[in-house]
C-alpha cells in the first residue's frame, strides 16, 4: 500500500504486506527530518531519524528516504503489523537538531488481518 | 525513569476562563518544547524553553498564552481567557540537548473549550 501524504490521509493495509507513507516537507532549508508514530491517547513517539547528507536510513523493519530535490521524504515498514496502525507525522527542521519541528498532517495507518 | 508527563489529561472548560496546563520534562532535559494540535490539523510549534529561558516563543498565538518554567524544571501554559478556538490536544517534549538529539514527547492534555 502507499500514501501520497495530504491527499490520502488513510492507508489500509493487509498484515504482512509492506506499507509507504509519503510526506511532502515545506522547507528547502531543513536538514533534519524524523518520523513519529502517534496511537490513540499518546503523545508522538519517535521511529526514525534521517540527515540531509543521507538519502536512505534503515532501521528494524523501517526504512527512511529522502529526495531532497523534490523535498520528499517516505517511510517504509516491511511486514506490517496490528500494532503499526497509528497516525504516522513527518517532520523537519532546520536547526539541525530539534529546536522547532514542523510536522507534516500525518497519515493514518490502518492494518487489517 | 519516568518520561515526559502532562497534566490533566483532559480539561473541558468554558469560554472566558482560565486553564492551566503542566509538564513534567524527564529529569535532566534543560529543553522543553510546547505544541499543539487544534481542529485535526498538523501539530504546531508554540514555544521552546532552555532550562528557565524561552529560546523561541515564535509560535505563541497571542497574549492570551503565557508559558512559564520556573526553576527549569516543570513548565506551564496558561490560557486566559480561553476562545473555542483554543481547544485541541497540547504537547510538551523535551530533550537532553539541541543539535540532533531525540525529543521525547507527553501524552498530551486535551482541552476542550465550550
Known amino acids: 500500500g502507499e500514501s501520497v501524504g495530504l491527499h490520502l490521509p488513510t492507508l489500509s493495509v493487509q498484515e504482512g504486506d509492506n506499507s509507504i507513507i509519503n510526506c511532502a516537507y515545506s522547507?528547502?532549508?531543513?536538514?533534519?527530518f524524523i518520523w513519529y508514530k502517534q496511537e490513540s491517547g499518546k503523545g508522538p513517539q519517535f521511529i526514525i531519524d534521517i540527515r540531509s547528507n543521507m538519502d536512505k536510513r534503515q532501521g528494524q523493519r523501517v526504512t527512511v528516504l529522502l529526495n531532497k530535490t523534490v523535498k520528499h521524504l517516505s517511510l517504509q515498514i516491511a511486514a506490517t503489523q496490528p500494532g503499526d496502525s497509528a497516525v504516522y507525522f513527518c517532520?523537519?527542521?532546520?536547526?539541525?537538531?530539534?529546536?522547532?519541528?514542523?510536522f507534516g498532517a500525518g497519515t493514518r495507518l490502518a492494518v487489517h488481518p | 525513569e519516568a518520561g515526559v508527563t502532562q497534566f490533566p489529561s483532559h480539561s473541558v472548560i468554558e469560554k472566558g476562563q482560565t486553564v492551566t496546563l503542566r509538564c513534567d520534562p524527564i529529569s535532566g532535559h534543560d529543553n522543553l518544547y510546547w505544541y499543539r494540535r487544534v481542529m485535526g490539523k498538523e501539530i504546531k510549534f508554540l514555544l521552546h524553553?532552555?532550562?528557565?529561558?524561552?529560546?523561541?516563543e515564535s509560535g505563541m498565538p497571542n497574549n492570551r498564552f503565557l508559558a512559564e518554567r520556573t526553576g527549569g524544571t516543570y513548565s506551564t501554559l496558561k490560557v486566559q481567557p480561553a476562545e473555542l478556538e483554543d481547544s485541541g490536544v497540547y504537547f510538551c517534549a523535551s530533550s537532553q540537548a539541541t543539535g540532533g538529539t531525540e525529543a521525547f514527547f507527553g501524552q498530551g492534555t486535551r482541552l476542550t473549550v465550550v
Open positions: 517532520a523537519e527542521t532546520s536547526s539541525g537538531g530539534y529546536n522547532k519541528l514542523i
Open positions: 524553553f532552555v532550562k528557565e529561558s524561552k529560546q523561541d
Open positions: 522547507n528547502s532549508a531543513s536538514d533534519y
